[in-house]
């Protein structure tokens, strides 16, 4: 059965870092697209980064320059580094999985990150 589990959250201070890693398993990797979310309190999910089967990457403008995604495909695991990070960057951070298909859409479970100002 497929599985995403993401690690590496937890409470930082601004301007700290911290590097969240999706590990999966039970599927194709290289056939997936890999996305990351994240969900403020009381505010609706919202995609963060993504990284193509072939490591084509994409970062919203509120991350750009602090936040980077990358994947290892001999690991089957998708990272987020996050630097410079700032309390607005509060949230649950969700790994995403989608086939090159789009027919299948797989999910986390989400890890917690807290910055503190």
């Known amino acids: 059965q497929a599985q995403l589990v993401e690690s590496g959250g937890g409470l930082v201070q601004a301007g700290e870092s911290l590097r969240l890693s999706c590990a999966v398993s039970?599927?194709?990797?290289?056939?997936?697209?890999m996305y990351w979310y994240r969900q403020a309190p009381g505010k609706q999910r919202e995609l963060v980064a993504t990284?193509?089967?072939?490591?084509?990457?994409n970062h919203v403008d509120s991350v750009k320059g602090r936040f980077t995604i990358s994947r290892d495909n001999a690991k089957n695991t998708v990272y987020l580094q996050m630097n410079s990070l700032k309390p607005e960057d509060t949230g649950v951070y969700y790994c995403?999985?989608?086939?090159?298909?789009?027919?299948?859409?797989?999910w986390g479970q989400g890890t917690q990150v807290a910055v503190s100002s």
């Open positions: 990284i193509s089967r072939s490591g084509r990457t």
């Open positions: 039970g599927l194709t990797f290289g056939n997936y697209n």
């Open positions: 995403n999985a989608v086939s090159w298909t789009g027919s299948i859409t797989l």
